[in-house]
């Protein structure tokens, strides 16, 4: 394992054990609102200082770019951190949310974990390196038609102003899957679909913690993911689309006839 992989794993750990023994407390935690629907737990900053300073402590000079508190440091290597993706799942004792946390390098992803506390399912991948799940190499699924495919996706929850385009898209890609599943994690979504859990993935308005890691893992893993126009502008627009290279190809095609400008890119 690459060295840098490995302090990220213990950082995810640490993390995740954190959130795990919170798990049993949940109706005792303080809790905010940062805007309707999104929210914040003592537990989710907890957790990110736990990250960040295991990441610190290895790689003083590294920045840091993390959901809670934001953007620090200057450094050609950065740390994108979602320090509990799912906290409304949390909150609500529904078990799947994650600890996720890529390495970017010059502006490339390198490394990537996420981490499922409540499975002990621990996601990894180095650029180059191929894809792992508790040491087990992931590839992506083999499933060549849509209309046979499993699909994740997530609904839109804080800004809706895309809310008729994707409904516009929910519609088509229901009507010609096998399925269409809405877990909560962005995060273990994108691990899913580099795991062949499932076969393609689609979400507008995500961050860049909420997808950094779970993109490198689909495509050491063999699969495609690109903005929802096909191009590379997914970690600064959040519209994401993901697959294996047969499906996802098929979801530009369902996705494309509903783009708004403001989806393209």
Known sequence: MHPMLNIAVKAARRAGNLIHRASDNIDHLTVTKKSQADYVSEVDRAAERTIIETL???YPSHAILAEESGAQGQSEYVWIIDPLDGTTNFLHGFPQ?????????????????????????????????????????????KRKEMIDSLIGTGFPYTRFEHMDAYMDIFKDVMQNSAGLRRPGSAALDLAYTAAGRFDGFFETGLKPWDIA???LLITEAGGIVSD??????????????????????????????HLTDGLKG
């Open 228 to 257: 929802l126009a096909g191009n590379q502008n997914y970690l600064a627009s959040g519209h994401v689309c993901a697959g294996n290279p047969h499906i996802h190809e098929q979801l530009l095609k369902i996705i494309a006839p």
């Open 56 to 58: 610190l402590e290895a």
């Open 213 to 215: 890691a779970g993109c």
């Open 97 to 141: 949310y994650a600890v996720s946390i890529a390495l970017q390098h010059n502006g490339v992803l390198s490394q990537a974990v996420i981490y499922d506390p409540t499975k002990n399912d621990l996601f990894t991948a180095s650029r180059g390196r191929g894809a792992f799940l508790n040491d087990k190499r992931l590839r992506v699924s």
